[in-house]
């Protein structure tokens, strides 16, 4: 039996009244129009599946538990920011700290993302927070990342580098992906580079899949492009800034 979506309209209300409305509808799928800059939407949402059409504020997702959040449009600063599970779709670009303490879960982003993408992301047993990015991101991307998978595409850029500076600083655990020709330069003392396997490979197939659902595509297209792959540099960790080394 198909669900009924519940729609509504967001125009004249602020994020307190808005996020309130779709407490109290408990329906299990809402489309809202007329977004513009609401925060917190789907803050600590578990099962519900929202559609926004529009553009949402910061903190879109926090602390999500589960269900879906998707944005026909771009979203601003933090989204979803330590979110535990469930997927957020963004038809457009995300601002700067997406993915902000992230602990499971999966963001889509068929654009752009600004700085510190991916800052704190970490993992814990079967929960592993996973990124897609579709072009680019800004600096900063992924630092101090713990755990879990940040993936950039690099679509529409003819193999050239994906992110800005200082990727990677401060990461002692996890991956970053980046589709391009040539192996990244001047990358931080703490980031390993090297090719990608074809366990990486197996690895990012699902995501990737999951990307051109969501956006269009040709996955295995996708999948045979070059990429490289930053891990931690065991020797060159960054608890050395803050701890003493006899």
């Known amino acids: 039996m198909q669900k009924t979506t519940i729609e509504m309209q967001a125009k004249g209300l602020d994020y307190q009244a808005l996020n309130a409305s779709l407490r109290a509808l408990g ?19 578990q099962d519900q599946c929202l ?27 933090a989204t979803g920011d330590t979110m535990n599970a469930g997927e957020i779709i963004v038809h457009g670009r995300c601002g700067d700290a997406a993915g902000y303490g992230m602990r499971g879960g999966r963001i889509l982003i068929r654009d752009e993302v ?19 990015v579709g072009r680019s991101a800004g600096s900063f991307l992924g630092e101090y990342l713990a755990g879990g998978l940040i993936l950039v595409l690099g679509i529409g850029l003819d193999g050239r580098y994906p992110a800005g500076f200082f990727c990677g600083t401060g990461m002692h655990g996890g991956k970053i992906i980046l589709r391009c020709d040539e192996a990244p330069q001047g990358l931080p003392e703490q980031v ?24 269009g595509g040709d996955a295995a297209g996708l999948l045979a492009k070059r990429y490289f792959v930053l891990t931690p540099n065991p020797e060159k960790g960054y608890h050395r800034l803050y701890t003493s080394v006899l």
Do not use: W
């Open 192 to 215: 390993l580079v090297r090719g990608l396997s074809e366990t990486d490979r197996e690895e990012m197939r699902p995501h990737v899949e999951a990307y051109c659902r969501a956006f």
């Open 51 to 77: 559609k926004l059409y529009g553009t949402p504020g910061n903190g879109l997702g926090q602390y999500l538990s589960g269900g879906t959040i998707e944005v026909f449009g771009s979203a601003q600063e």
């Open 27 to 45: 329906a299990a799928q809402v489309a809202v129009h007329g977004v513009m800059g609401q925060r917190y939407l789907g803050c600590g949402m």
């Open 114 to 132: 600004g700085y510190r993408a991916g800052i704190h992301m970490k993992a814990y047993r079967e929960h592993m927070p996973v990124m897609v």
